[in-house]
């Protein structure tokens, strides 16, 4: 499984960015996808999910209200809506995939991205 993270960059405090993952290699729907980030100096942790069949999703409790994951499966792709951005959003995000129930995770994850960088100016 190949996964393309895109869509970071540079915004002010309380505006928005969308970030994307290209999922190939597999059946995109044998997997239950996440989002998760790492700033610097700090370990990597999880930020949302969403099943294989998108029914359920999950978030930290710091985004809950804020961002939103989905999955497109006729593009397999994985997104992640942020709004109302703040600094300590700051972070590489990571996208990733996992073939089992456990999706809040990171040692669950198998496959993951590159990574894209938002930073959230105050």
């Known amino acids: 499984v190949q996964l393309q993270a895109s869509g970071g960059g540079l915004v002010p405090a309380g505006g928005s960015l969308r970030l994307s993952c290209a999922v190939s290699g597999s059946t995109f729907s044998s997997y239950a996808m996440g989002w998760f980030r790492q700033a610097p100096g700090k370990e990597r942790e999880f930020v949302a999910s969403i099943s294989r069949g998108g029914v359920i999703t999950y978030y930290t409790d710091s985004v809950k209200g804020r961002f939103t994951i989905s999955r497109d499966s006729a593009k397999n792709m994985v997104y992640l809506q942020m709004n109302s951005l703040k600094p300590e959003d700051t972070a590489v995000y990571y996208c990733?995939?996992?073939?089992?129930?456990?999706?809040?995770?990171?040692?669950?994850?198998?496959?993951w991205g590159q990574g894209t960088q938002v930073t959230v100016s105050s």
């Open positions: 990733a995939a996992t073939a089992t129930r456990t999706i809040t995770r990171a040692t669950t994850y198998d496959f």
